[in-house]
Structures are given as C-alpha cells and as structure tokens.
C-alpha cells in the first residue's frame, strides 16, 4: 500500500519561496508518475504540477509556469515542488498524488493515492 506524506509547507511572505516535499512508501516508487495539487478555502482542488516517471516529462498550470518547478529523486522515493515569486492566490492545502501508471496526468481522477496534504500561506 503506497503511502505519500508531504512536507515543507509554512507561512512566506509574498516573493517569498517554498520547497514541498512528498515521500512515498509501499510500491516501487519509481515506476508510477506523480503530481502535485492544491484546494483553496471555498475552492475546487486543482492541477498544479506533473511529472512522469523517469522525471522527463513535466507540466504545469498555467497560474504556475515558470514560478514552480516539480522534480523527484528516485533513489529517495521523493517528489519536490520548488515554489518561487509566491503570491497571495498560492495560499492553499498542498496534496501530492500518485499515478500508478507511469504517465503523466493533469485529472485529478487519474490519481490512485493522496497524501493528507500541506498549507502553504502567503501573506501580502
């Protein structure tokens, strides 16, 4: 049974920056993609990153492009999001998720596991 637990998130000024990280147990880790979302107070979830398997496919909303950027270490069964030039509308529980099938997705449903998540605010 895969078990995915973040970490990192806290309170940051705006500009400010953030890593996330989200360590796996249980399946091979490395065979299955992962992906990062985040759910505002009041507000659906939603895609926020993507990475497949082997680490060389990305994607990102486009509220996030060039500001965050995914990657993960397999050898450490971990994937990180790096936030950069945070804002006010970043503020949200962080999830990570994993897709056992090895590509890729942005759909939430596609998602096999979740972690119990991590808030990240940021103050004006």
């Known amino acids: 049974q895969v078990q995915l637990v973040e970490s990192g998130g806290g309170l940051v000024q705006a500009g400010g920056s953030l890593r996330l990280s989200c360590a796996a147990s249980g399946r091979t880790f490395s065979s299955y993609a992962m992906g990062w979302f985040r759910q505002a107070p009041g507000k659906e979830r939603e895609f926020v990153a993507t990475?497949?398997?082997?680490?060389?496919?990305?994607s990102y909303a486009d509220s996030v492009n060039s500001r965050f950027t995914i990657s993960r270490d397999n050898a450490k069964n971990t994937v990180y999001l790096q936030m950069n030039s945070l804002k006010p509308e970043d503020t949200a529980v962080y999830y990570c998720?994993?897709?056992?099938?090895?590509?890729?997705?942005?759909?939430?449903?596609?998602?096999?596991?979740w972690g119990q998540g991590t808030q990240v605010t940021v103050s004006s």
């Open positions: 998720a994993a897709r056992f099938s090895g590509s890729y997705s942005r759909l939430i449903a596609a998602y096999d596991r």
């Open positions: 990475i497949n398997w082997s680490g060389g496919t990305t």
